[in-house]
């Protein structure tokens, strides 16, 4: 079935560091995919999606790129901020419209 | 347009008591979706109903059960309440043209003592 690996955190940055966030998934067809980011106390909100190779989404100044070929979806930050510190989930939508998120990287951001 | 919006907030039952949680998803969206979230076992899916009819289910036992009415709201049931439900349960909405993003209610935190 379809799956989403991330990788595990928690991840701890200086302000203004580079972000990266690791997701690979594993799916049938061709899945769109979404980074969502929950901050304490809040659900879900939807950051960013892509729903074709090489498709890159962007919001906020975080960025991912579709990537078939490597079936990846990272998510990447130039310059974080200490308001950026929540958690991040990577999730796919399959070919059933079933939504498979990965188990969440946890971000602090330390001034 | 306003968001999913989910009641209550907070719940605290005891162990073999049941609970009923509602969601009402954005305007014109006709999916709904129910998830556990704990710190252990992460987000888990629960159900999707779309026009009343549950269209997805995860790996959870029968005493969760949900149901969603004419106008797309939704409800979920837990039956015989364990300890181990205490969770976040997330909702989330979506008008499924494409993409399946979803949008997220604030939760309700249930605590079973």
């Known amino acids: 079935g379809n799956s989403v690996t991330q990788m595990e955190g928690p991840v701890t940055l200086s302000e203004e560091a580079f972000l990266t966030i690791n997701c690979t998934y594993t799916?049938?067809?061709?899945?769109?995919l979404f980074w969502y980011v929950q901050y304490p106390g809040e659900g879900l909100q939807l950051l960013l999606k892509a729903t074709k190779a090489d498709d890159k989404g962007s919001n906020k100044g975080f960025e991912a790129t579709y990537r078939k070929e490597t079936t990846s979806f990272h998510l990447e930050k130039g310059s974080v901020q200490v308001s950026d510190s929540a958690v991040y989930f990577c999730a796919l939508s399959g070919n059933n419209n079933d939504m498979r998120f990965g188990a969440g990287t946890r971000l602090t951001v330390k001034p | 347009k306003a968001g999913v919006t989910q009641t209550p907030r907070y719940l605290i039952k005891t162990r073999g008591q049941q609970v009923t949680l509602s969601c009402s998803p954005i305007?014109?969206?006709?999916?709904v979706s129910w998830y556990q979230q704990t710190p252990g076992q992460g987000l888990q899916f629960l159900f999707e109903y779309f026009s009343e009819t549950q269209r997805n289910k995860g790996n959870f036992p029968g005493r969760f059960s949900g149901r969603q009415f004419s106008n797309s709201r939704s409800e979920m049931n837990v039956s015989t309440l364990e300890l181990g439900d205490s969770a976040l349960y997330l909702c989330?909405?979506?008008?499924?043209?494409?993409?399946?993003?979803?949008?997220f209610g604030p939760g309700t935190r249930l605590t079973v003592t």
């Open positions: 305007s014109g969206h006709r999916s």
């Open positions: 989330a909405s979506s008008s499924r043209d494409g993409g399946y993003e979803q949008y």
């Open positions: 799916a049938t067809g061709y899945p769109s």
